[in-house]
């Protein structure tokens, strides 16, 4: 129940393609859905982030999709570019106040053609 | 700002020796969690502090993983003995706020990571 699957485990766009990344919870009780980018040789940064109050939010070329019935959200990169090749991760958390405990994805690797 | 510091960046150590990592959180952050990256398990949570208290370790692996937090500005994760298994990376991050609020003081930023290969 404490798990996030993420799918695809890795997927290969070209450069202006729209780059599609599925999350799929359990716990109803997660109330805070972060995506994490993570470059080779760094730490995961934040990257966007959705509360399940809203369906969709979205920041620049990327968007969280939230569908609060189906316990998914999704990541869409639009115009992706060779820049956006990294490994990306969802996460979820909250606790009612139980502070910090994100239950992270797998990952996807990204590669963004030239 | 400087970010959160960890050290060594790369640990290369002997199975049964005693390894040590550290971490300096943003300076004004209360909250600290280390983490574990493996490609078979991906991104797990050890430990966390809210202003230097541990809250949880039920994610440690067992009693051969410890970590402290003497102050507001270092921890350390403690592996001994080691063994090849723990090889990994190693993450910490911080966050300002202990209380959830699931808003952007509880964002979690992390450190570059320490690679520890355990032979």
């Known amino acids: 129940q404490q798990q996030v699957k993420q799918s695809p485990q890795s997927l290969i766009v070209q450069k202006g393609g729209i780059s599609i990344i599925n999350c799929a919870y359990e716990?109803?009780?997660?109330?805070?859905f972060p995506w994490y980018q993570q470059f080779p040789g760094k730490g995961p940064a934040l990257l966007i982030a959705?509360?399940?109050?809203?369906s969709e939010k979205k920041e620049g070329r990327f968007t969280i999709s939230f569908n609060k019935s189906a316990k998914q959200f999704s990541l869409h990169i639009m115009d992706s570019q060779p820049g956006d090749s990294a490994t990306y991760f969802c996460?979820?958390?909250?606790?009612?106040?139980?502070?910090?405990?994100?239950?992270f994805g797998k990952g996807t690797k990204l590669s963004v053609k030239p | 700002d400087a970010g959160v510091i960890q050290s060594p960046r790369h640990e290369v150590t002997e199975m049964g020796q005693e390894v040590t990592l550290r971490c300096k959180p943003i300076?004004?952050?209360?909250?600290l969690f280390w983490y574990r990256q493996t490609m078979m398990r991906g991104l797990e949570l050890l430990i966390y502090?809210?202003?230097?208290?541990?809250?949880?370790d039920s994610g440690m692996p067992e009693d051969r993983f410890s970590a402290k937090m003497p102050n507001a500005s270092f921890s350390t994760l403690k592996i001994q003995p080691s063994e090849p298994r723990d090889s990994a990376v190693y993450f910490c991050?911080?966050?300002?706020?202990?209380?959830?609020?699931?808003?952007?003081?509880?964002?979690?930023?992390f450190g570059p990571g320490t690679r520890l290969t355990v032979l």
């Open positions: 991050a911080s966050s300002l706020s202990p209380e959830w609020t699931g808003l952007a003081d509880n964002e979690q930023f």
């Open positions: 716990n109803t009780a997660f109330d805070y």
């Open positions: 959705i509360r399940p109050d809203v």
């Open positions: 996460a979820a958390s909250g606790y009612g106040g139980s502070q910090g405990n994100l239950i």
């Open positions: 300076s004004g952050h209360n909250s």
């Open positions: 502090f809210n202003n230097n208290v541990p809250i949880d």
